[in-house]
């Protein structure tokens, strides 16, 4: 990594569990929240199956994104130092759309189950995400792409 988990302001797990085990274990749970407490039925049959383009549009984006990496050949974990700025494709709307794809999955998910406590999913994978990964991800691009990147961030948001 360069030294960065030594010179980053931004903390890092040193073993951190990976973005996809938090989504997928919070699908899980937020399934097993609907069964196990729904609380309160927001969204009726059949109208919950709305949830299932936001879970296709999610899973879509996210597979885009990792497709781009791969194509580019640089890293998509969020602990090694990456090889190559992508601003192209999903990256030219969000400089996180992997993540984006991901929370989007997860509310389709929420509205799928159609009570209100799977939304507590979403909202946690967002906090998880913009606490534990964003700020070192975005520490490393600036570390080692420097004013591109920072050009990049200046006209492309971080969530949409």
Known sequence: MNGLSNTSSASHPKSPVLPPAYFWS????????????????????????????????GVGLAVWGDTIFKREKTTIKS??????????????????????????????????CGSLTPWIFPALFAAVIEVLFIPFEEHAMETEFGEAYREYKSKVRRWL
């Open 26 to 57: 919070f699908s899980l749970l937020a399934v097993m929240s609907h069964f196990l407490l729904p609380l309160y039925d927001l969204i009726p049959s059949p109208f919950h199956l709305l949830g299932l383009p936001p879970i296709v549009l």
């Open 79 to 112: 602990y090694n130092m990456p090889s190559k700025l992508v601003t192209g494709g999903p990256f030219a709307i969000s400089r996180h759309p992997i993540y984006l794809g991901m929370l989007l999955a997860l509310a389709g998910v929420a509205i799928l």
